[in-house]
């Protein structure tokens, strides 16, 4: 692997999208750019979040940064929600895998993570409020759960014409693609 790793967006509905994502054994230089990389597609998208799956990697990785400020920046390997806590709140959830689409997703307000950092270093936390909602959504996509998954039926309904949009363009690209062998 290069030093400096490239990675695109992967956009609804592809596969591996909707695939459990596996845990992460080495933790290494390779895992460090991958983290990195992920940053800064994160970055260059304008997201706050972004998994492993959404630059079409099966891992369980995630990164976050609220503010966009580099003290607050934080990866989460093999995360694990050890609970769910607090009053339900309702807030408008976007997605990097969505572009565009928009839905009023209820989850708890907070959230206690154990997890690994990109070194190897154990972490456990406890997060409330935008933090809390930005990791149950990533950690959703290390499961295969989807925005479309968590819309009200008007939510889907609202956004009918553009996820139908994301579909014909996916198929669209893989009739331009030919077929790899394996």
């Known amino acids: 692997m290069s030093a400096e790793l490239e990675l695109d ?7 591996v999208l909707r695939r459990v994502a596996a845990s992460v054994e080495a933790f290494d230089e390779e895992l460090e750019r991958l983290v990195a990389a992920m940053f800064a597609r994160m970055a260059a998208s304008k997201g706050v979040g972004l ?3 959404q630059v079409g990697l099966k891992k369980r990785v995630l990164v976050l940064n609220p503010t966009g400020d580099p003290q607050d920046a934080l990866a989460l390997v093999n ?3 050890k609970e769910l806590f607090g009053p339900k709140t309702v807030f408008d959830e976007g997605c990097l895998s969505f572009p565009g689409i928009f839905a009023e997703i209820e ?4 959230c206690r993570v154990e997890a690994i950092d990109a070194a190897g270093n ?7 409020g935008f933090v809390s909602r930005i990791i149950q959504h990533e950690h959703d996509h290390l499961e295969g759960i989807l925005l479309v998954d968590r819309m009200s039926p ?9 996820l139908e949009e994301l579909v014909a363009r996916y198929k669209d690209s893989k009739k331009a693609t030919p077929a790899r062998r394996r």
């Open 122 to 128: 154990p972490i456990q936390g406890e997060y409330t």
């Open 79 to 81: 995360p694990k929600l």
């Open 107 to 110: 989850r708890p307000d907070g």
């Open 9 to 15: 967006l992967t956009l609804y509905p592809a596969p």
């Open 154 to 162: 008007a939510d889907k309904l609202r956004n009918k014409a553009a």
């Open 51 to 53: 998994a492993a799956p």
